[in-house]
């Protein structure tokens, strides 16, 4: 477990993940259990009699899994509301993911009880046991400034009504995640799950979580100074001791993006690296992410009902980090590099203005148009970074970066553009397989990137037309500092809106970089689920 700040709040729930059922009754310990109708309807009650008996019967569950008319969602109590079977929606499209862990994240919300031990039983296929796991973590915020329980909410009363076990104030309420797999020729497996698998998910969970209470945490406890030490907190779990390079020292060094956008705000900005480097590695991969930790628009500032919400401007950062976590506690056999490009966008005496101009990492000059498209700039200088200095043959920059986004692919869908068919087409395969969901953006260069003509620099930050491709320009924006004839693989994911539900964060971008880079892993949970290489990415390379 990774050191807690003094001032951070304790957890309120800790995830246990089982290798397989454990006897418990409901009455004292809640279950709710979750499937697709079809796999319900395969169970035995003796499958789950352990997780029911004594309060339930054969007679009842069977009843009940008939009855289930899920629309898209449906759910049946099995005894006094401590005891639920729960059905997930009966279609998926090809943009969907199979194991529907959209809906399983609201059935856990809804119908957890908040109560000192309860269960969750998942009963699904092997190929969607990660993205499910997955799910059902996202329910479990960290982050929270509450004073005192909610003991208004339905839950918190039905279960003082049936005598379950409260939890004590201050007391961590347990809840245990199992799994029915069901097998192709739908018979149950009998195999429990091994250690390294629940390892997997283990350290999943733990990066989806970090993530999430990153993105939830306000600017007055999550500022740059916070976010650097939350990357030496992880490196030190890692033995791993991150390069920080701040303030006056990145104008000295040429980032004039992550300078230029940071300099105005009361604490610096910052370039902080984790490099995980191991003997024999024959690849580089590095991840760059926006960690704008709060984003007023600076002097080009955010209207009133715009601005709330700023704090997860830095959901890129924050993804990578719990992702670059469990990658290498699943032990990554490549290269990996974590670059995170820190800055708050403030308003001040100091602060860029329109129509001043910025010299980036990569040498390009830019004359700044709008102060509220800074995301472009601090990951422009990260790529250039990881391109120049890392020698990265793999780059992924992830970033809340447009509004724009949620216009084009939706609230559940990141976006991603690349240079490269293939990872493109591996891209979204990894979002079905692990929950977090991608859509495709045009990449075409030579058509879009002329919204960025300048007279005087070599290009502005923002385009010239709104309403053409906004979301594809401010990608491209970020690859040309890196040159579109880029040799190796450049893939740019914008999660601006999956990056939240509601007010609170997903942990969106842990489990889809996971997957997407699960064969560099010996993790075999991981290499399952992630796509093999069907010719070497040079030869379906895009080029300008």
């Known amino acids: 477990m990774w050191e807690r700040h003094a001032d951070e709040p304790k957890m309120a729930v800790d995830l246990k993940f089982n290798a397989s059922l454990t006897k418990s009754d409901p009455h004292f310990k809640p279950v709710l259990i979750i499937g697709q109708l079809k796999h319900l309807n395969l169970l035995k009650f003796s499958d789950v009699a352990c997780k029911l008996e004594p309060r339930v019967t054969e007679d009842t569950f069977n009843k009940a899994v008939s009855c289930l008319h899920p629309s898209p969602t449906?759910?049946?109590?099995?005894?006094?509301?401590?005891?639920?079977?729960?059905?997930?929606?009966?279609?998926?499209?090809?943009?969907?993911?199979?194991?529907?862990?959209?809906?399983?994240?609201?059935?856990v919300k809804n119908n957890v009880l908040n109560v000192s031990e309860e269960s969750i039983v998942i009963v699904c296929e092997k190929a969607d046991l990660f993205a499910s796991a997955c799910a059902v973590v996202r329910?479990?915020?960290?982050?929270?400034?509450?004073?005192?329980?909610?003991?208004?909410?339905?839950?918190?009363?039905?279960?003082?009504?049936?005598?379950?076990?409260?939890?004590?104030?201050?007391?961590?309420?347990?809840?245990?995640?199992?799994?029915?797999?069901?097998?192709?020729?739908?018979?149950?497996?009998?195999?429990?799950l091994d250690a390294s698998e629940l390892c997997c998910l283990e350290v999943a969970a733990k990066g989806v979580q970090l993530a999430a209470r990153i993105v939830d945490t306000p600017c007055n406890e999550m500022n740059v100074d916070h976010f650097v030490q939350e990357a030496e907190i992880i490196g030190n779990e890692l033995n791993i001791k991150p390069l920080v390079i701040r303030g006056e020292e990145?104008?000295?060094?040429?980032?004039?993006?992550?300078?230029?956008?940071?300099?105005?705000?009361?604490?610096?900005?910052?370039?902080?690296?984790?490099?995980?480097?191991?003997?024999?590695?024959?690849?580089?991969?590095?991840?760059?992410?926006?960690?704008?930790?709060?984003?007023?628009?600076?002097?080009?500032?955010?209207?009133?009902?715009?601005?709330?919400?700023?704090?997860?401007?830095?959901?890129?950062?924050?993804?990578?980090?719990?992702?670059?976590?469990?990658?290498?506690?699943?032990?990554?056999?490549?290269?990996?590099?974590?670059?995170?490009?820190?800055?708050?966008?403030?308003?001040?005496?100091?602060?860029?203005?329109?129509d001043d101009i910025h010299t980036l990492y990569s040498g390009r000059t830019v004359e700044i148009n709008n102060t509220d498209a800074e995301g472009r700039l601090v990951l422009s200088d990260g790529v250039a970074y990881a391109h120049k200095d890392l020698k990265a043959n793999i780059i992924l920059d992830m970033a809340t970066l447009?509004?724009?986004?949620?216009?084009a692919t939706g609230k559940y869908h990141g976006a991603i553009l690349t240079n490269s068919e293939e990872w493109e087409i591996?891209?979204?395969?990894?979002?079905?397989?692990?929950?977090?969901?991608?859509?495709?953006?045009?990449?075409?260069?030579?058509?879009?990137?002329?919204?960025?003509?300048?007279?005087?620099?070599?290009?502005?930050?923002?385009?010239?037309?709104?309403?053409?491709?906004?979301?594809?320009?401010?990608?491209?924006?970020?690859?040309?500092?890196?040159?579109?004839?880029?040799?190796?693989?450049?893939?740019?994911?914008?999660m601006a809106t999956p990056v939240h539900c509601g007010e609170r964060a997903t942990g969106y971008g842990v489990a889809l970089l996971l997957a997407l880079f699960g064969s560099h892993t010996n993790c075999k949970m991981l290499q399952s689920i992630a796509c093999s290489d069907s010719e070497p990415p040079p030869k379906r390379i895009c080029r300008d």
């Not at 447009?402 to 216009?407: E, H, L, M, N, S």
Request: with cysteine; charged share 20%; aromatic share 8%.
């Open 74 to 107: 449906d759910k049946i109590s099995l005894y006094l509301d401590v005891a639920t079977v729960a059905a997930v929606p009966l279609k998926c499209s090809r943009h969907n993911t199979p194991s529907r862990a959209h809906a399983i994240t609201r059935l």
């Open 139 to 192: 329910a479990f915020s960290l982050y929270s400034r509450k004073t005192t329980n909610n003991v208004s909410s339905p839950s918190y009363n039905r279960a003082v009504d049936q005598d379950v076990p409260m939890k004590n104030a201050g007391d961590n309420s347990v809840v245990s995640i199992e799994f029915v797999i069901i097998e192709k020729d739908g018979s149950v497996s009998e195999t429990p």
């Open 250 to 354: 990145l104008r000295e060094r040429g980032f004039g993006g992550i300078y230029g956008v940071g300099k105005a705000a009361a604490v610096p900005p910052a370039l902080v690296v984790l490099s995980h480097e191991p003997k024999g590695a024959q690849e580089t991969i590095a991840l760059v992410g926006k960690g704008i930790v709060y984003d007023t628009g600076g002097l080009s500032i955010k209207g009133k009902t715009a601005m709330p919400g700023m704090k997860r401007d830095c959901g890129g950062a924050a993804a990578i980090l719990g992702a670059f976590y469990a990658a290498v506690k699943c032990g990554f056999k490549e290269n990996l590099h974590a670059v995170f490009c820190m800055a708050e966008n403030s308003v001040g005496p100091n602060a860029t203005r329109p």
């Open 402 to 407: 447009t509004g724009a986004q949620g216009i």
């Open 426 to 494: 591996k891209s979204l395969e990894a979002g079905r397989k692990s929950g977090d969901l991608l859509a495709p953006l045009v990449y075409c260069p030579e058509l879009h990137f002329s919204e960025f003509a300048s007279a005087v620099a070599d290009m502005k930050n923002s385009v010239a037309d709104r309403s053409n491709a906004q979301s594809s320009c401010a990608g491209l924006f970020v690859g040309a500092n890196l040159g579109f004839d880029y040799p190796g693989i450049w893939m740019h994911v914008d």
